[in-house]
């Protein structure tokens, strides 16, 4: 077993082998640019690019002409947002989306909020999931666009998208989907789904950094997004900039292996995550965060009360790689507000841990760690008087603490 064992793959995943070997001719003997039409260096890339297309379109069910390619989720997420904005901006300017959104979508909002966009951020019950009927009494004559993820980042939960991509049809409104912890994990396909907008991003599927995508619908309905990069018109107009060829293969390539091995990993990911979950919610006073069934298979986030999930994280740092509270704004340490709107007080959102397994996770490395957490959480514990005063049957919620 290699140390450390590294559990953080919702935050991004190691490229496979294979996908490397795909891209790296892309680097040095086919370096081309793709919009170099005058010689084989320009064809060879162009032609890579191509088929890169077909193999991304393909695992979400979609055309080629539909997947524009970005740096990574984040851009598609603000280039759908901000050109779908601009765009319908003589047909409205409200969008409506949920309060435990990635930042990507949640910080883009804010900003449209400025430039006069209305913004309604719908709640989430304790498993994550927003209720139908408030969705459809926030639309409005002026609403243009539903924007909704399809799995969240932090706790797994999958959202009912094909529910709600028929509540955003009977009134006309477009539906986007950041799903860049659904592509390649789970089956995606935008128009049995009936999604309009896409983001996804290479590196979460065991693809490389800085590369994505944005797959727009060209028709029933067609939908237009007005660029937010100039220069070149690349991309059919919606996304200018020199195509990165290597990353647009390798990107490819993840996507096809997805495809092929979807199914088969899915199965013995559940199984280990079992096997983890099992193992841990023994301990007293484990909890489950997020949808026990409808979620993604490679995630459990589970809160472990009276411990610090900072303090339990550096317990096991040598050993384990794991993220505790919210990954991507990692460096504050407020407690996830994933977790807070799921209705988690501070305390339980603050001893949460995130487990992201991965396609390289073997059964070994979950025994380690059923074992190396379960130790920590107990050895913390003895240390809490708080520990102390919950087994001597002391209401905690009762107490008032002194200098607050």
Not at 96 to 101: D, G, N
Not at 172 to 187: E, F, N, R, Y
Not at 219 to 236: F, I, L, S, Y
Not at 244 to 264: D, F, Q, R
Request: glycine residues 10%; proline residues 3%; charged residues 25%.
């Amino acid at each position: 077993m290699n140390f450390p064992i590294y559990l953080d793959n919702n935050a991004t995943t190691p490229c496979d082998q294979r996908v490397v070997d795909t891209m790296l001719p892309y680097f040095t003997q086919n370096f081309g640019n793709a919009a170099s039409r005058n010689h084989s260096f320009g064809w060879v890339a162009e032609e890579a690019v191509d088929y890169a297309r077909e193999q991304v379109a393909r695992l979400i069910g979609a055309d080629p002409k539909e997947i524009i390619f970005t740096s990574g989720a984040t851009e598609a997420d603000n280039l759908g947002l901000k050109g779908v904005f601009e765009m319908y901006a003589s047909k409205g300017n409200h969008i409506i989306t949920t309060t435990i959104e990635h930042k990507a979508i949640i910080d883009t909002c804010k900003h449209l909020e400025k430039l006069g966009a209305e913004v309604t951020y719908l709640k989430v019950d304790g498993e994550g999931l927003i209720n139908l009927e408030e969705l459809e009494k926030a639309i409005t004559p002026k609403t243009i666009l539903i924007s909704i993820m399809y799995a969240n980042n932090e706790i797994g939960t999958i959202n009912p998208i094909r529910d709600i991509s028929a509540i955003a049809r009977k009134h006309g409104v477009l539906l986007m989907s950041d799903a860049t912890q659904a592509v390649g994990k789970i089956p995606v396909n935008v128009n049995k789904d009936g999604i309009d907008l896409m983001a996804f991003s290479g590196h979460k599927m065991y693809g490389p950094k800085g590369v994505g995508a944005l797959y727009v619908r060209r028709k029933g309905p067609r939908v237009k997004v007005t660029a937010q990069m100039d220069g070149g018109g690349h991309e059919r107009g919606m996304r200018s900039g020199t195509l990165n060829v290597p990353g647009i293969v390798g990107l490819g390539k993840a996507c096809e292996i997805c495809m092929n091995e979807m199914e088969a990993e899915s199965q013995r990911l559940i199984k280990l995550r079992t096997k983890l979950e099992s193992g841990l919610l023994k301990l007293e006073e484990s909890y489950l965060n997020g949808h026990k069934d409808h979620r993604l298979p490679h995630v459990a986030n589970i809160s472990f009360k009276y411990v610090e999930g900072e303090g339990l994280l550096m317990g096991i740092n040598k050993n384990i790689a794991l993220s505790s509270g919210s990954a991507c704004t990692s460096a504050s340490l407020e407690p996830s507000y994933v977790l807070k709107e799921l209705g988690l007080g501070d305390e339980l959102a603050h001893s949460s841990l995130r487990f992201g397994l991965s396609r390289f996770t073997t059964e070994e490395e979950i025994d380690y760690t059923i074992n190396a957490v379960s130790e920590t959480v107990i050895k913390l514990r003895e240390m809490s008087p708080l520990w102390e005063m919950f087994k001597d049957g002391v209401d905690l919620t009762k107490i008032e603490w002194a200098g607050h």
